[in-house]
């Protein structure tokens, strides 16, 4: 069955479109559009897969964010203390002169730590945030 193709349009920096154009060659994409449906799908399987956390979680969540962006590290500082009852520890790691990694280890409710990530995602000058989680050792 053939579906009806939409035209969009899309503003992108140039080293951003740069890197995306080197994963479309190496992968062997006949086209940018069909590199951009590829990524779509893998970020709606991502929500979906969102979508099923639910009850106690245990896991992280990893960030790379430039700590150079005014008031960044504090937005993210304070992220953390609104959800003191699920994050166990963290690591903050400088991984260059304008660039932090920070590891939120976490247990808790699964919704909770579905709000806490798309928090730290929508901060202006995160570029990289993942999140890992599986249920506790006892349902595996």
Request: some cysteine; overall charge negative; glycine content about 8%.
């Amino acid at each position: 069955m053939e579906q009806e193709l939409m035209r969009i349009g899309v503003s992108l920096p140039n080293n951003l479109l740069e890197k995306f154009d080197s994963i479309i060659e190496q992968r062997g994409y006949s086209s940018r559009s069909e590199g951009i449906r590829d990524a779509i799908r893998s970020y709606i399987n991502y929500h979906e897969w969102m979508g099923d956390i639910s009850g106690r979680r245990v896991g992280t969540i990893t960030l790379i964010y430039d700590h150079t962006k005014r008031g960044l590290s504090n937005a993210i500082a304070d992220a953390q203390h609104d959800y003191t009852d699920l994050i166990k520890t963290s690591i903050h790691i400088h991984l260059d002169p304008d660039n932090c990694m920070e590891i939120i280890i976490f247990d808790g409710d699964g919704e909770k730590i579905k709000k806490l990530d798309e928090n730290l995602i929508s901060l202006k000058g995160v570029k990289y945030v993942k999140l890992n989680t599986t249920p506790p050792a006892e349902k595996l």
